[in-house]
């Protein structure tokens, strides 16, 4: 049973780059193949997709953020 975890950005960064390592491929190309169903819906290759959707999602905020960092200071 998956378990939920919190993760920073950087994790979360550093598990996408373990993915491309373990396939041999870019999250970006992966996830192209992956939407044209090239790749079939393996649990791994799900949860590489997940993480990769959780990224997406998550980057614009972490740019806001940095920039009211920048203002604050």
């Given amino acids: 049973m998956f378990k939920p975890q919190r993760l920073t950005f950087d994790e979360l960064s550093e598990r996408l780059r373990t993915y491309e390592r373990r396939y041999g491929y870019s999250t970006i190309e992966f996830y192209r193949r992956y939407q044209n169903g090239e790749l079939g819906d393996d ?5 590489w997709a997940g993480l990769y959707h959780l990224y997406l999602t998550s980057l614009p905020v972490r740019q806001f953020m940095q920039r009211k960092e920048l203002a604050v200071a």
Wanted: net charge negative; glycine share 0%; no cysteine.
């Fill in 43 to 47: 649990d791994d290759l799900m949860m």
